[in-house]
T-cell receptor, first 114, second 114 residues
Framework: EPEVTQTPSHQVTQMGQEVILRCVPISNHLYFYWYRQILGQKVEFLVSFYNNEISEKSEIFDDQFSVERPDGSNFTLKIRSTKLEDSAMYFC????????????FGPGTRLTVT | KQEVTQIPAALSVPEGENLVLNCSFTDSAIYNLQWFRQDPGKGLTSLLLIQSSQREQTSGRLNASLDKSSGRSTLYIAASQPGDSATYLCAVRGYGGATNKLIFGTGTLLAVQP
């Protein structure tokens, strides 16, 4: 069964460093998402991406964040200068172009900023 | 602004019991609702998706119902097993664009005692 994959599973970085989280969505999907979950809190939407551009972003997704689909299979989230409060589990999700619009989630990348 | 709440926050039951998890949302204008399972430190596994036009969906021992007008959904788990122990999340998708985000509830932590 096709699945969303994410790498790395765990990333430790120092405050101020840049990180890139990688996702490979399900191959025929057209819509891509990043969510995050700070420990003990709700899963929160960050950004959605369709047709090679951002279609919606939350207030969390400020200028420090960017997304890219560099090669037609990968979908990346970049955080330019990490802060302690960026420590969270980051989930990638994708869905197809036709109903019922179910979103499929990857296993997540745990980002720890020290 | 859509708010999603889940009650109870935690539930412990003996193996074999039937149980009900509740999800409520403040804005009834939803496109669909998904129930997810999350194991500790892991990703989100989609269990069921209910379209706004549907009243319920079933998968194995799971049955999810939706009452859009009252802003409620329930997840019924029959004959619970220790392997059902996990956090259960509901998430709603609103209208207003093809790429609309999921808004997640707070989750119910379920423990099934052998």
């Amino acid at each position: 069964e096709p699945e969303v994959t994410q790498t790395p599973s765990h990333q430790v970085t120092q405050m101020g460093q840049e990180v890139i989280l990688r996702c490979v969505p399900i191959s025929n999907h057209l819509y891509f998402y990043w969510y995050r979950q700070i420990l003990g809190q709700k899963v929160e939407f960050l950004v959605s991406f369709y047709n090679n551009e951002i279609s919606e972003k939350s207030e969390i997704f400020d200028d420090q964040f960017s997304v890219e689909r560099p090669d037609g299979s990968n979908f990346t989230l970049k955080i330019r200068s990490t802060k302690l409060e960026d420590s969270a589990m980051y989930f990638c999700a994708s869905r197809g172009g036709q109903g019922p619009y179910e979103q499929y989630f990857g296993p997540g990348t745990r980002l720890t900023v020290t | 602004k859509q708010e999603v709440t889940q009650i109870p926050a935690a539930l412990s039951v003996p193996e074999g019991e039937n149980l009900v998890l509740n999800c409520s949302f403040t804005d009834s204008a939803i496109y669909n609702l998904q129930w997810f399972r999350q194991d500790p430190g892991k990703g989100l596994t989609s269990l069921l998706l209910i379209q706004s036009s549907q009243r319920e969906q079933t998968s194995g021992r799971l049955n999810a119902s939706l009452d859009k007008s009252s802003g409620r959904s329930t997840l019924y788990i029959a004959a619970s097993q220790p392997g059902d122990s996990a956090t259960y999340l509901c998430a709603v998708r609103g209208y207003g664009g093809a790429t609309n985000k999921l808004i997640f509830g707070t989750g119910t932590l379920l423990a099934v005692q052998p």
